[in-house]
């Protein structure tokens, strides 16, 4: 990037968790710089979901704390959505009112939050479906009704939690597509779960390594020679390549 | 159902046990079972009388209330178990014994508490049916999606939003069901309380009707009483199919 400093729209500082003996995450320390795609990377068991989940405000931290823009926060709020791996939208309500969810709960009067939907909902290329059920629609259909409902609540973080991992490849690879442009035209900072390597290196513009037992943060890359380059031309750039490389070594030890 | 390789029309079966028991019954096998159809003929006499008319109505009242009460606590009930863990090792032996319970032998102590009257009927209708109707819609919150309920708290849900807005329609097909069930034990629990506490309604037509051996109008009381709660189970049945697409497959 070119900017030298940049402010972070989130910073997670010595942070510890807990679940009885076991020790979830141990002294994790890691800044979220705005406006950008934070990835964080790892083997299963290394506490990727546990730690956007306390970002999140959905588990308290045992310890520690996290700042948003500036404020400490316990619980979940405004200043964050989610977008969930199992997508985590309700069987019973169409299309639009799963999307317009967010801002119901905020007090959104009915008129006003199905217009705000039905713009994201054309975003994410939905257009014709606001009134399809969740069980009518492809696993990547239901995630861009996931993905609308955290656009439309218009956070400034957005919260990933391996959110392409329950849809099929070629959906995967559009949607990473999407989801570049989504960084460079959305003035929002992503912080995204993910156990694959290339779509981490893909994706990112900083990538969080954290590896298990205890959980902590063992490398911070910034991949940053192909990020201005066209979707297409990424997977064949040599840096891409040999980041996914370097991570794969330093991740193959804990992989039995 | 099938015969002979040809469809029957639903409720065939129906058409089939009638037939036998009006065979049996003009046949004269037994005193206590008349032909079907001197039976229909005795209700066609008998359901716009008076007595009957009040009898369907001083049921029907008690059965109402003792369900309403039965919804409106056993519902909200049963979601805060499955909801609140406290809540729910506090209740759930209780809920269990009252369960298995037979709550005829609870009827007495009852008449002691709350008088030989339409309060007691209605105390009654509600315990035969609120168990079942609690268990149910605790399990329906029980095996709900945590990421819903994670998803609802990330949009900042309140506790009465999550619960009304997340927790019941989450759990509604199981919901139904308990209400499927606690009804028919309603019916069962109104008739048991007419003819135990005060004779009144279908009780007493039943009570009247047998101790004067009038077998052909006992079976009409029983008739209606059964196409009643059968008319009831199904339009709930309905109800339930409704909310079985998403019974299934929850996840999404």
């Known amino acids: 990037m070119t900017k030298e400093i940049l402010e972070n729209a989130v910073s997670v500082k010595g942070v510890y968790k807990n679940y009885g003996e076991v020790e979830a995450l141990r002294d994790m320390s890691l800044d979220f710089p705005k406006g950008q795609l934070t990835s964080l990377l790892g083997p299963s068991g290394c506490g990727k979901t546990t730690l956007l989940k306390i970002i999140a405000g959905l588990l308290p931290a045992t310890q520690g704390e996290v700042i948003v823009n500036g404020k400490v926060v316990t619980k979940p709020g405004p200043d964050r959505a989610f977008v969930f791996q199992d997508f985590a939208l309700m069987p019973w309500a169409n299309v639009i009112r799963n999307v317009a969810f967010g801002l119901e709960l905020r007090g959104v009067g009915k008129v006003e939050r199905e217009e705000i939907a039905s713009k994201y909902i054309g975003n994410v290329g939905l257009k014709g479906f606001e009134y399809s059920f969740p069980h009518e629609l492809s696993g990547g259909m239901r995630q861009r009704v996931g993905l609308a409902r955290a656009l439309s609540v218009d956070s400034p973080v957005l919260l990933m939690d391996e959110p392409f991992s329950a849809v099929d490849e070629q959906t995967r690879r559009k949607f990473q597509e999407d989801l570049l442009n989504l960084v460079k035209n959305e003035n929002k900072t992503f912080i995204f779960v993910t156990h694959s390597i290339e779509e981490a290196v893909y994706v990112s513009d900083q990538i969080a390594l954290l590896l298990p037992r205890p959980s902590r943060v063992s490398e911070i890359i910034k991949p940053s020679g192909f990020r201005h380059k066209d979707v297409d031309s990424i997977r064949k750039d040599s840096e891409y390549l040999d980041t996914v490389e370097s991570i794969w070594k330093s991740l193959r030890t804990y992989v039995e | ?252």
């Not at chain 2, 065979?23 to 009957?52: D, N």
């Not at chain 2, 009804?183 to 101790?211: D, M, P, T, W």
């Not at chain 2, 077998?215 to 199904?234: G, K, P």
Request: proline fraction near 3%; include cysteine.
């Open chain 2, 1 to 252: 159902m099938y015969l002979f390789g040809y469809k029957l029309p639903g409720m065939s079966s129906l058409l089939i046990w009638g037939l036998l028991w009006e065979i049996a019954g003009q046949m004269e096998v037994s005193f206590f079972l008349p032909a079907l159809s001197a039976i229909f003929s005795t209700l066609l006499e008998i359901y716009h009388t008076k007595v009957f008319l009040r009898a369907l109505y001083e049921t029907g009242y008690s059965f109402c209330a003792g369900v309403f009460f039965a919804v409106f606590i056993g519902v909200p009930t049963g979601i805060l178990m499955g909801k609140n863990r406290f809540l729910d090792e506090l209740l759930l032996p209780w809920v269990n014994v009252f369960m298995s319970a037979p709550l005829t032998a609870l009827v007495p102590i009852l008449m002691v508490l709350f008088g030989f009257g339409l309060k007691s009927i209605i105390i009654t209708t509600t315990l035969f049916a609120i168990w079942i109707i609690i268990l149910n819609s605790r399990a329906g919150v029980m095996q709900i999606n945590r990421s819903l309920v994670d998803m609802a708290n990330s949009f900042g849900a309140s506790p009465l939003d999550a619960l009304i807005k997340i927790y019941f329609w989450a759990a509604l097909p199981e919901i139904l069901g308990g209400l499927r069930i606690g009804f028919i034990r309603a019916v069962k629990g109104v008739i048991i309380a007419q003819l135990l506490i005060s004779i009144v309604g279908f009780g007493a037509l039943f009570e009247l009707y047998s101790s004067r051996f009038l077998m052909t109008h006992f079976w009409a009381v029983i008739l209606v009483l059964f196409a009643l709660a059968f008319t009831l189970s199904e339009l709930l049945g309905m109800l339930a199919r409704k909310v079985d697409y998403y019974a299934s497959k929850r996840s999404q």
